[in-house]
């Protein structure tokens, strides 16, 4: 009886034991939740290492930037568990690796989670071939600092940033350091920070303030500022962050409000002010994003209100986090992504306006862009110079910068290929790139983003051509000398002949649209395929349309009626299309800009297909001939 007592007595302990780890796990997952992970770590490090622990004890050192304990979890939890782990652990496994530069193992997780072959290494070495510029960093000097981030332009000589060196403030349970204030402060030009001061308790709460932007006259900011409270949603308990507006009145800010657009629900944080100051540039995770953070922007309406929301599309944003937008005085945009292949963590990113929408982003390079988190960005473009934040050295630090060209791509031209008047991109439009002595030295079918490039070398002189199917070919002559430019932006505006032209129509035939000068019709005595004096006068148009456009190719195209033997109308249109052509040759039109083709009575059209079901008017519709320009 004392043994089976001793057995019951050893499950009520088992079951006690169990239900006690129980009920701890639960306790850190919800500090896991709240992301308090530098406190979640330490208890889960406690912990029977299951799947579930791995997994969270992971991504807290991920997500803290212990980055050599998170690659040692990441294995673990890969080589225990497998390939029952979810898709996403293998892009944070990945970026842990790329923090370390080990980008051999990181490119195999890659590969797993996009399903296709990566190669960093490679991208590293091409990317620093191909940016436009190279940075010069210096860190600056901030003594009493902690953590800082988010340098911005307050006016013509002042600088605005983030800190956690408030020491009374409470900490913040993702890294324990103090809650975030935002400081003025002057800049020396050895990149030192004097005169430091923080904003007014009107700005300054017990909560995170950060991401301040301002407009030119320094009236207006616009700032980052974390609810007091948090929302408990299904799986995490997160304090959002709203975008908050003041106003500076009398010398004091004040009019403290929050967007109308932020919620409770989700964050908007990072504003970023176009140079008209009449749209607002931003990063949320609100809903209908594609997934994380994405990068918006709305109107500013004159009477303050603001417009809709809009997404930057998945050429900006990607399923991870895409953030801190700023907006040039050139409408470049620039924005820090972990989505877009990088060198590790958050990586700066260009993007130019087009049409009012945005190119695909461009990676800034390994002058600017660490293995860690780069972000922050900002820049005056007419000078050369601006801030970015990084954490490269284990804390958020601030970073001065002068931009230079890239000297491995300092000579190069490059543009988009669009309609003259639409605007339109022109995807598949040839760009040919000649020297002074007409030799092609290169040449490029555009892609969908009508997008080319091509190196260049100095002091000598160069021609680029766009052209296209059915529009008018545009040269531009340029220079690398002493006179020229080192780097040419330069825009191919085509026009169609359809715009240029009153005779020329688009047409749709079949399921084809074709574009067709439009002429008198020609006629052709009976059963004859000599050309009239009536219509050589006719044609005479076409021959003078041909010579204003050198490049313009026709093809002459004959068509017959139902009426009579199938096999003789197809010969004799052959034998009027080839006549034509004949005349037009005898009209000092090369050879072989023309084609001529005869269709007999294959492309009717109306429904006259054959004989005895119409009257004549009906049927002389289809004899006709048609001129389709080919190029």
Known sequence: MKKYTYILAGLLLVSGMASAQKKNLKRVNKLFEMRAYKDAAEIYETKERNQEVLQNLADSYYYNSSLQKAIKTYRELFVEYGDSIDIDYHFRFAQALKGVKDYKEADKHLKRYYN??????????????????????KQIENKNSSSDFGLSFYGDDKVAFASA?????????????????????????????????????????????SSAVFTKDGKTIYFNRTNTTRKKTDVERIAHIKIYKAELI?????????????????????????????????ASDM?????????????????????EPENLGNTINTKHREQFPFISEFNVLYFSSIGHQGYGGLDVFRSNMVNDTFDKPVNLGS??????????????????????????????????????????????????????????????????????????????????????IFKIEPNKKYKVRGTRKAYIPQDVEFSTDSKGLVQH??????????????????????TEQVVQVELDKIFFDFDEAVIREDAATTLNVLVDLMKKYPSMEVEVSAHTDARGPDEYNLNLSKKRAASTLEYLVSQGIQRNRLKSIGYGEMQPLNDCVKEGICDDRAYDINRRCEFTILK
């Open 367 to 452: 002058s600017i862009n660490s293995n860690l988190d780069d972000f922050a960005y900002v820049i005056r473009e007419k000078n050369n110079k601006g801030y970015v934040s990084s954490n490269r050295t284990g804390y958020d630090r601030l970073f001065g910068f002068a931009r230079e060209q890239n000297p491995l791509t300092m000579y190069q031209v490059e543009g988009i290929v669009q309609d003259l008047n639409s605007k339109a991109l022109l995807g598949g439009s040839l760009v040919t790139l000649f020297d002074e002595s007409d030799t092609v030295i290169q040449d490029a079918i555009v892609g969908d983003d009508a997008y080319y």
């Open 250 to 282: 009398d010398n004091v800010w004040t009019n403290v409000t929050a967007l109308p657009f932020t919620s409770n629900t989700y964050s908007t944080e990072h504003p970023a002010l176009s140079k008209d100051e009449k749209t607002l540039y931003f």
């Open 489 to 510: 932006n330069i825009y191919l505006n085509l026009e169609s002949f359809a715009d240029a032209e009153e005779r020329v129509k688009e047409k749709q035939v079949g």
């Open 287 to 307: 809903p209908g994003n594609f997934g994380s953070f994405d990068i918006y922007r709305v109107s500013i309406n004159d009477d303050g209100t603001y417009g």
């Open 116 to 137: 296709k072959p990566f190669n960093t290494p490679a991208f590293i070495e091409e990317t620093d071939k191909t940016t436009p510029h190279t940075f010069k960093l």
């Open 165 to 209: 060196r408030n020491s009374e403030n409470p900490a913040y349970t993702w890294n324990n350091l103090p809650y975030l204030d935002l400081y003025s402060a002057t800049i020396t030009s050895q990149n030192v920070l004097e005169n430091i001061q923080p904003f007014s308790e009107a700005i300054n709460t017990s909560s995170h303030e």
